[in-house]
């Protein structure tokens, strides 16, 4: 046969190549799609079991605020009032990414508008240490140092909300200020020389013109950072006093969703209603975790199309 | 790319075939499951063990009372080790399990040294830790708000602690803390803090507390005249057999309680005076 009209109709190398290369590719996705899958269905039998076998009302859980998952009340029904640790996760979360936000903001600003040269050899390196550092040795300096320095100041036992809210601050603050760094990179050059060019001073250029274009980039930097706070389990437990007890001040002990989890998931039984209701609040931190997903999504579309 | 796809199979071939030696030359092995608070004695007594016994391996590990007993029940571990009566703990099925009590732990309430308060009598332990009493000078003390520290709830210390204490009543809403060393801190650092710690536990930087002027030793719990002690179960599903049961054994011979126990702050069982079941009923033993 004629070798090129064979050479032609063969399969080359590459082409074989590429196929194995689709089909890894391939069954790489689906097994994560699957194992994300599985979690979900895993997650979602237990912690509805709460309600459907143990007939927990679903309005008691979100709303009580007793939790006491082995004692029975006056109706007979078990005390899961869910209410003190939402509240908590909820306000560790919202007031460490209130805190953390103008110094990432204003970090990011500095690395790439101000000083980009020393901010990128210095400010990059260290923000980048600060994520890589586990969070069992940010607890254990929140609960060596944190925890008595909020006693020191405003009595107590010195665990509670703010305590938690200090550590958290510093565990977000380099997520957000990396994600700030690269919504501000992103902003054109002509953006800043068009507004240069008009007069504007190099404030009035940033203040106007380089936030506000960044802004949905930004936005999506806090809410990463939220995420994260929301999820973190073992140096917010570690200094917030694990009290299942609404907060009523910062100094107060308190608790957070996963803390409760954590602390409570090796003492009780698999199957039991103490077990399930800890799994329905796992069920509560996916849920959120997926709310937090779509609200960067819907911030990203919302950014995009305003270009 | 062909290179790399190579690689990446010869190690998970190496990969399954190591975990498959593995399997092979162990022997024989069982696991432990269970309390944190029994874990050191099991994990002593497993090495020894394997010391003395060539090529039998005792896998220890802990994850609390609960995961102990959920575990055992399941069939999933060999030993389940509990601090607490697997009657006492929900969704066991106690009838199933065979217990070895194997040590006795005695707890005992520690406050902050600046409370002032080094007797106290059951009555007034109750009012602390439902909340009727607020502040140490109502005990006799200084004047320092009560701080209540407790362990997490279901765990070994605090359900014999309150079980004990409290006589069924609700146990007042406070912090709560997943371990015994952090327990300890807290109590030592916090002005007013109230908390309680298996023997082993108190250290100079906190007060043990007199309760009726009995005081928290060794020789009060062996008499029960120290109320406040648990024994630590080592659970089997079953009777036990082969090296199961040798372990057990070995750990209940006086090799280990007379010799590992007190070194790691556990009272031996055999020395036990008095026996109590799980209804708290106690018999003296011959």
């Known amino acids: 046969m004629d070798p090129i009209r064979e050479s032609l109709l063969k399969k080359s190398r590459q082409s074989k190549v590429e196929r194995l290369g689709k089909l890894v590719s391939f069954c790489c996705i689906t097994l994560i799609v699957l194992i994300v899958l599985a979690i979900f269905y895993f997650v979602a039998s237990r912690g509805l079991a709460t309600f459907f076998h143990d007939k927990v009302n679903l309005i008691d859980f979100l709303t009580k605020d007793v939790w006491n998952p082995s004692v029975k009340d006056a109706r007979g029904l078990p005390e899961v009032g869910a209410l003190p640790m939402i509240v908590g996760s909820f306000l560790v979360t919202i007031l460490s990414a209130l805190v953390a936000t103008p110094f990432a903001v204003g970090g990011a600003i500095f690395m790439t508008e101000i000083s980009p040269r020393r901010g990128m050899q210095i400010l990059k390196p260290v923000t980048e240490l600060l994520v890589g550092i586990p969070s069992v040795v940010y607890g254990f300096i929140g609960l060596s140092v944190v925890v008595p320095f909020v006693r020191g100041i405003f009595g107590g036992t010195g665990f509670g909300i703010l305590a938690g809210t200090f550590v958290l601050f510093v565990m977000i603050l380099p997520t957000v200020t990396s994600m700030s760094v690269d919504a501000l990179q992103a902003v054109p050059r002509y953006y800043r020389e068009a507004s240069l060019a008009l007069g504007a001073t190099r404030w009035q250029t940033i203040y106007k013109v380089v936030l506000r274009s960044a802004t949905p980039g930004i936005l999506t930097a806090i809410v990463f950072g939220m995420a994260r706070a929301f999820g973190e389990a073992l140096a917010v437990q570690m200094v917030i006093g694990n009290a299942a007890l609404m907060p009523h001040n910062l100094v107060s002990p308190a608790s957070t969703l996963t803390s409760v989890l954590t602390m409570g998931i090796g003492n009780t039984i698999m199957g039991s209603l103490q077990n399930n209701v800890l799994w329905s609040l796992a069920l509560l931190l996916l849920l959120m975790s997926l709310v937090f997903n779509l609200l960067i999504r819907f911030i990203g579309r919302k950014g995009a199309l305003k270009k | ?286």
């Open chain 2, 1 to 286: 790319m062909k290179k790399k796809i190579l690689t990446a199979a010869a190690l998970l071939i190496s990969l399954v075939g190591l975990t498959a030696c593995q399997k092979q030359s162990s022997g024989e092995s069982i696991t432990a499951v269970g309390s944190s608070a029994l874990q050191p004695l099991v994990e002593a007594a497993g090495e020894q063990y394997s010391n003395d016994h060539l090529g039998k391996f005792i896998n220890v590990q802990g994850g609390g009372s609960g995961t102990g007993l959920s575990q055992i029940q399941a069939g999933a571990v060999d030993i389940g080790n509990s601090d607490v009566h697997a009657e006492e703990q929900n969704g066991v099925d106690a009838k199933k399990l065979v217990d070895h009590r194997v040590a006795v732990v005695g707890i005992t309430p520690v406050v902050n040294k600046k409370v002032g308060v080094t007797n106290l009598s059951f009555a007034q332990l109750k009012a602390i830790f439902t909340g009727q009493v607020t502040n140490w000078q109502q005990l006799g003390g200084a004047d320092l708000p009560i701080v209540l520290v407790n362990r997490a709830a279901g765990s070994g210390t605090r359900v014999t602690f309150e079980k004990w204490v409290l006589q069924g009543s609700q146990a007042k809403q406070a912090q709560e803390q997943d371990s015994t060393g952090m327990v300890r801190q807290i109590v030592a650092a916090t002005p007013g803090a109230i908390s309680y710690l298996a023997f082993s536990y108190v250290d100079k930087s906190i007060a043990a507390v007199k309760i009726n002027h009995v005081a928290p030793t060794d020789e009060n719990v062996l008499t029960n005249k120290w109320k406040i002690w648990s024994y630590e179960h080592m659970y089997t599903k079953g009777k036990p057999t082969g090296l199961t049961k040798d372990f057990i054994a070995y750990v209940l011979s006086p090799k280990i309680q007379e010799k590992v126990l007190p070194r790691l702050g556990y009272i031996s069982i055999s020395q036990m005076k008095v026996e109590r079941d799980v209804s708290g009923h106690v018999t003296r033993r011959s």
